[in-house]
């Protein structure tokens, strides 16, 4: 059941989609496909896919990978924000719901030139790019957008870094703040400070600079982690 406070950012958030989001036939139908189709209701909100699509417009994105791609509904925010000036590399290694998700680009009329959505697990997937990029099959990416599995939110960010095209390249992660509370939270409710979780590490890394934002909305507390490439 939700708290008085959690309904309150229910009834903004749906305010604010309201007022700031237009009306948007390729999402919508994602949405409703994914649902049809029985995927989890996992996906960003619609305010968050705004958020994040304006960011990467913000920073002018050309090549952007996504790690987690579900029914793809991000994956059209961020490709709906590239206007056919770039690409989106998504992963995601559940087949089904790979299907999923190219059938919902297809209806927004994405082709294969603007979003690939690769099918296998993140981390077999990545070092392939990495090599692809090396030998300059592939470009390198400005925006690097992390929504799979938590346990591997840390390898994410660091091949993140290293498949960036560098300085000024952005890297986001999804779900930061829900993590940190879930697995470096003590018997007695405060963070332990010894855990070396994702944003101890962030914090040692001299490649980056970065903040966590906690968020609430209508998917309750959470937060992101925002990284810059130095
Ligand atoms: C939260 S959902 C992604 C939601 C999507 N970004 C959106 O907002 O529309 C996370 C997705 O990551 C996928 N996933 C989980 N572990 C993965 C892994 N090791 N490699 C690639 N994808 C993974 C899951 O199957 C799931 O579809």
Redesign the pocket.
Known sequence: MSSPSNSRHEVVDSYVATHLITPNKALEH?VENSTKRG??M???SPV??KFTSLLASLSSTRNLL??????????I?FAQALKGQGKVT?????QS?RDIAVENLQFGGFKPKDVDVIL??????LPRLANEIKQGKREPFDFI?I???WE?QWNYFDFGVKLSAGKGSVVYV??AVRNLVESDIDQSGSLESGKDGLVAKVGRDDRVDAVVMQTVGGKDYDGFLLAVVK
């Open positions: 994602a995927l989890p996992i996906a960003v968050q896919g996504e790690i987690g791609t579900l029914g793809g509904y991000s994956t925010w998504s992963i995601e290694i559940d719901r296998g697990a993140g981390l077999d997937v957008f929504d799979a599995d591997n999804d779900n």
